[in-house]
C-alpha cells in the first residue's frame, strides 16, 4: 500500500514509462512504482489514487489497470484543468507523486455466480476496466457478462484497440454505442441506455456496475429497474470534489458519506435518496 | 411468402404485442415483405411518409446532411425497431433520410392505408397510436439524453 | 496536603492561581489562556494572571458581541471568545511537507510541523465536548491526522466551569454544559464573594492532580463546595435558547426539500464566519506550492468553509452553487449527517455561530423552524385529505 498510515498526506514518486493517447484529451499513462514497492501497486478494482504533478498540485484518479498485475500502475486521464493538464503532457521519465490506493471497490467477489452487466459512458469505462479484466481473468466463476458502452462520438472511444479484442471473446456480449457519428461510422448511433433493453443477462440474477456522468448513470438506473435488476445488486461510482482522499477535508461528502471511503463505489439503495436530492 | 406466415411474423413482433385478432389481420392485409440492399436508400427527408418498417435483420441509419457537418447519423436502429413514425402524424413527410447499413430484411405496413382505416375504425385507431406513443416516448427520453451531451468534451466543451 | 486522587477538589485564592499557570508553564507546555485583543476574547500566550480578561464580560445575541466591563473582577467572567482550542489543535495554516524537485523527480524532506506541548487555561465545557467531537474525526478512523494527534496527545486543560449563560448559549439543551464533566485535567469554578475571591478546582486526572501539588491550595470545604454548586446551577437556568434535538437526524433528513432553506438563503450572505468560529468545523483545503526555481515545493493545508463558491467544484461547476444548498449542508452536516458519520452530534451548544453570523441567523431558531414548518404541511396535507366528496 502505498500510503503511510502515519502520514497519509506524502504521495510516493513513481515514474511515467508510456504515454498513450486515447482521444484528443484523454491520455493512458503507465507508471512504475518505486523500487521500495517490491509487489508493486496493489489495488481493488473501482479504487482511485491521488496523482500529484510536484509544486503544480494533485487529482483524483480512478486506477484503470489490471489488479493482477501490479507491477505497472496504470490511469486514463482526462485533461479538465491545471493539474491534468500536466498529468497528460509529462515528458520522457517524468515523476509524478501517487497517494493510494483509496476507496470502496466493484463487488466482483459478491456477483460471483451472478451474471455481470457492467453499463459505461465516456471516461466512465476506464474506473470499470480494471472490474472487466478481473472478471475475464476469472471468468468461469461468473455467468453472463456483457459490457455495455457508450461514448460521445467514435473519435471518443477509448481503448480502441481493445474494444475490438472483447468484442471478440465468445464468452462476452460487448454492445457499443455513440450519441453521434458521421455517415462513415457502421456501429450503433444512440444514447448507451438503448443497449440495456437488448442485453442478455437475467436480471433476477445479475450485478450491474454502473459508471459515467450522473445524469447518464440516473437514465441507466432507471432501464436497469425497468428491466427488473433490484438496486441492491446494483452499483455505481460517484465523483466529487476531494483534497485529501483520506475523510479529513470534508470537501467529498455525499449526504453522510465521505465518497473518498464510502465510496466512490456505492451500492445504489444505500444512497437511493441522497442521488434523487439536487444539490446536495 | 404466405399470408400465415406474415401474420405469425406480424404477431410475435413486440410492436404488436397484445393486438387482438381481428386487428391482426387487418395489419397483415396492409403488410408485405421488403429487402434492401447494402447502402439503399429507403426514404429520403420530404418525401411524402406513407409506409412504415418492422425490421426483422439488419441495420439502418437515420441520417441527416447539413452544410458544415456533411451527413450525420443521429440514429442507428437493428433487429426487431420500429422505423418511423412520420406517416401516423402531420403532414405525412419524412423529417430524415433512412439508409440501409447492411441487407435489409423488413416488413412494410402501408401507413396510408392504415390512417384511412383508423378514420373509420377508432378502435383500430386507438390501438395504433397507442403503441406508437410508446415508441415516440422512448425516443423522446433518448433524445433528450443525446441532447444533454453529457460526455462534454469536444469544441463545444464549456469550459 | 495529601495529593488529591480524581474528583478530589480543592481551594486556590484568586492569587494562587498565577502559581497554576506557573506550575504549568515550568514543565514545558506553551500556556494559552482568554485574553483581550481587538475588543474580543482570544486565546494566546498567557504567562501572569494579568494576561487573563479580569473585570471583562461579554455581551452576545444574533449578531452581536462586545465586551463590557463588569463590576467585579472575575478572571473567567465572559462566556465565550470567537476562537478556542481549535485555533491550536486544528491550526487554520499549516504545512503538512516540504519536498526537493528537480532532475524529474522529487523527494519530500521534512514532514508536518511539529509543536511544542499545548496547555490551554479556561475551556468552557462546551469546547471541551468539540474537542471531544473532533478527537472523533481525526482520531477514529483509518488513518488519523498527525497534526491534530500530535498537538492533542500532550495538551494540558484547565476547565473553567460557566459563572454566567452567554448571551447565545444553549448547551444545556444540547447537553453539553455548563459544567465540564470529561476531559480535563483540572476544572475550575470562579467564586466572588464580598470579601473573597477563589476557585474551587476538580482533579480531573493523574496528571492534573501532580500539577495541583506543586501549587498551593486547601482541600475544598463543604461550603465551598455548595457555592461552586449554585454558581453552576444558577448558569444553567440561564440559558436564552434552547435546541431541541428530539429525533433531529431523522427530522432533518425528511426535509431536504423544506421551504425554510429557501427563507435561511434569502439572508444568508455565505460569508463563513459560522464555520470560522465553530469549534467543531473541521474542512479543509490543500496547496501546493513551489518556488521560483521550481527546486522547492510544498504541500500546505487551510481551514476552508463548505460556504465557499468552489468548495463543491467538480470539472464544469459547483454541486452546490446556491446559497440554499450550501447553507442546509452545512446545518446537516452539524445537525444530521455528522450522527452518522461520527456518532455525535456536531453541534456542542456554544451559540458562537449566532453571535458572529452578520446576519443573526440562528442554528436553534432554524432548526425549530423546519421542525414547525414540517408539522404544519403535514397537518394541512391530512386536513386536505379529510375533506368531504
Redesign the interface.
Known amino acids: 500500500m502505498m500510503v503511510s498510515l502515519s502520514d497519509p498526506m506524502a504521495p510516493s514518486p513513481f515514474r511515467v514509462q508510456r504515454v498513450r493517447k486515447e482521444t484528443y484529451d484523454t491520455f493512458t499513462l503507465e507508471l512504475d512504482p518505486p523500487h521500495s514497492a517490491a509487489n508493486g501497486f496493489s489495488f481493488a478494482p473501482g479504487q482511485f489514487n491521488m496523482v500529484y504533478v510536484p509544486g503544480v498540485g494533485e487529482a483524483p484518479i480512478s486506477i484503470s489497470g489490471d489488479p493482477d498485475k501490479p507491477q505497472t500502475l496504470i490511469h486514463t486521464v482526462r485533461s479538465v484543468g491545471t493539474v491534468t493538464q500536466k498529468i497528460c503532457a509529462p515528458g520522457p521519465g517524468t515523476v509524478l507523486g501517487v497517494r493510494g490506493p483509496f476507496g470502496s471497490s466493484w463487488p466482483v467477489e459478491e456477483a460471483v455466480g451472478s451474471d455481470v452487466v457492467i453499463v459505461c459512458g465516456g471516461i466512465g469505462l476506464a474506473p470499470l476496466r480494471p472490474a472487466l479484466y478481473y472478471l475475464m481473468a476469472h471468468r468461469e466463476k461468473y455467468g453472463r457478462v456483457v459490457l455495455l458502452y457508450g461514448a460521445r462520438t467514435p473519435e471518443d472511444l477509448l481503448y480502441k484497440d481493445e474494444l475490438p479484442k472483447w468484442r471478440g471473446h465468445f464468452d462476452l456480449q460487448v454492445e457499443v454505442t455513440v450519441d453521434s457519428a458521421s455517415s462513415g461510422w457502421r456501429g450503433n448511433v444512440d444514447v448507451v441506455t438503448t443497449l440495456i433493453p437488448g442485453a442478455r443477462f437475467d436480471p433476477e440474477s445479475t450485478v450491474a456496475m454502473v459508471c459515467g456522468p450522473e445524469v447518464m448513470m440516473r437514465f441507466t438506473l432507471i432501464e436497469l429497474e425497468r428491466r427488473g435488476v433490484p438496486a441492491e445488486n446494483t452499483f455505481i461510482s460517484m465523483e466529487r470534489n476531494m483534497k485529501c482522499a483520506v475523510g479529513f477535508c470534508g470537501h467529498c461528502q455525499f449526504g453522510p458519506t465521505f465518497i473518498c471511503k464510502d465510496g466512490p463505489v456505492f451500492r445504489f439503495d444505500k444512497i437511493q435518496p441522497i442521488f434523487a436530492t439536487r444539490e446536495i | 411468402m404466405a399470408a400465415e406466415s406474415l401474420e405469425r411474423i406480424l404477431g410475435e413482433h413486440p410492436f404488436f404485442g397484445g393486438m387482438q385478432e381481428p386487428y391482426l389481420q387487418l395489419f397483415v392485409d396492409c403488410a408485405s415483405n421488403v429487402r434492401f440492399g447494402a447502402g439503399e436508400v429507403i426514404f429520403r427527408v420530404g418525401e411524402e411518409a406513407n409506409t412504415f418498417y418492422l425490421i426483422r435483420h439488419g441495420r439502418v441509419a437515420l441520417e441527416t446532411s447539413a452544410p458544415e457537418r456533411g451527413s450525420a447519423v443521429i440514429q442507428t436502429l437493428g433487429d426487431g425497431d420500429v422505423l418511423g413514425w412520420s406517416w401516423l402524424v402531420a403532414p405525412f413527410r419524412w423529417r430524415f433520410d433512412a439508409r440501409a447499413m447492411d441487407p435489409v430484411r423488413a416488413i412494410a405496413l402501408d401507413g396510408r392505408c392504415l390512417r384511412g382505416r383508423s378514420e373509420e375504425d377508432h378502435d383500430l385507431g386507438y390501438e395504433l397510436m397507442k403503441r406508437c406513443a410508446q415508441v415516440m416516448e422512448q425516443r423522446l427520453q433518448a433524445t433528450r439524453l443525446q441532447l444533454l451531451d453529457v460526455y462534454g468534451g469536444g469544441v463545444r466543451s464549456k469550459r | 496536603m495529601r495529593k488529591l486522587s480524581q474528583g478530589g477538589l480543592a481551594v486556590l485564592e484568586r492569587d494562587q492561581l498565577q502559581w497554576l499557570l506557573q506550575a504549568v508553564g515550568n514543565r514545558g507546555y506553551q500556556v494559552l489562556g482568554p485574553t483581550v485583543r481587538d475588543r474580543a476574547v482570544v486565546f494566546d500566550d498567557v504567562t501572569s494572571l494579568s494576561d487573563l480578561p479580569a473585570g471583562w464580560t461579554d455581551e452576545q445575541d444574533g449578531g452581536t458581541y462586545r465586551l463590557k466591563k463588569r463590576a467585579d473582577g472575575a478572571l473567567f467572567g465572559y462566556a465565550s471568545g470567537p476562537t478556542a482550542a481549535k485555533k491550536f489543535l486544528h491550526p487554520s495554516v499549516v504545512r503538512?511537507?516540504r519536498?526537493k524537485?528537480g532532475g524529474?523527480?522529487?523527494?519530500?524532506e521534512e514532514?508536518?510541523e511539529g509543536s511544542t506541548k499545548l496547555a490551554f487555561i479556561g475551556v468552557r465545557s462546551c469546547d471541551l465536548h468539540a474537542i471531544a467531537v473532533q478527537d472523533k474525526?481525526?482520531l477514529n478512523?483509518?488513518?488519523s491526522?498527525?497534526i491534530y494527534k500530535a498537538r492533542r496527545e500532550d495538551a494540558f486543560v484547565v476547565a473553567v466551569n460557566c459563572g454566567q449563560a452567554g448571551g447565545t448559549c444553549f448547551c444545556v439543551s444540547m447537553n453539553t454544559g455548563p459544567k465540564a464533566t470529561f476531559g480535563f485535567d483540572l476544572a475550575l469554578t470562579e467564586v466572588l464573594e464580598d470579601e473573597r475571591h477563589y476557585f474551587v478546582m476538580e482533579v480531573g486526572t493523574r496528571l492534573g492532580a501532580e500539577v495541583l501539588d506543586q501549587v498551593p491550595h486547601k482541600a475544598a470545604s463543604a461550603e465551598e463546595k455548595a457555592a461552586a454548586e449554585r454558581i453552576v446551577a444558577r448558569t444553567a437556568g440561564q440559558m436564552g435558547r434552547t435546541m431541541d434535538t428530539k429525533d433531529i437526524k431523522e427530522l432533518l433528513?425528511r426535509n431536504?426539500?423544506n421551504p425554510r432553506w429557501e427563507d435561511v438563503a434569502k439572508r444568508c450572505l455565505t460569508c463563513g464566519n459560522c464555520t470560522m468560529v465553530c469549534p467543531t468545523c473541521?474542512?479543509?483545503?490543500?496547496e501546493?506550492?513551489?518556488d521560483l526555481t521550481?527546486e522547492h515545493?510544498e504541500?500546505w493545508?487551510k481551514l476552508?468553509s463548505?460556504f465557499t463558491m468552489?468548495?463543491?467544484?467538480?470539472?464544469?461547476g459547483s454541486?452546490?452553487?446556491?446559497t440554499?444548498?450550501r447553507y442546509r449542508?452545512w446545518m446537516t452536516?452539524k445537525l444530521?449527517?455528522w450522527i452518522?458519520?461520527f456518532g455525535t452530534l456536531g453541534c456542542v451548544g456554544c451559540g458562537r455561530c449566532i453571535a458572529w453570523c452578520p446576519v443573526a441567523i440562528d442554528i436553534t431558531e432554524e432548526a425549530g423552524a423546519i421542525r414547525r414548518i414540517e408539522k404544519e404541511l403535514t397537518e394541512r396535507r391530512t386536513t386536505h385529505g379529510r375533506r368531504k366528496p
Open positions: 503538512l511537507w519536498a524537485a524529474n523527480s522529487f523527494h519530500i514532514g508536518p474525526v481525526f478512523g483509518k488513518y491526522d498527525p433528513y431536504y426539500e473541521f474542512c479543509t483545503t490543500v501546493d506550492v513551489t521550481g515545493v504541500r493545508r476552508d463548505c468552489d468548495f463543491s467544484y467538480i470539472h464544469g454541486v452546490r452553487s446556491s440554499r444548498a449542508q452536516h444530521a449527517t452518522d458519520q
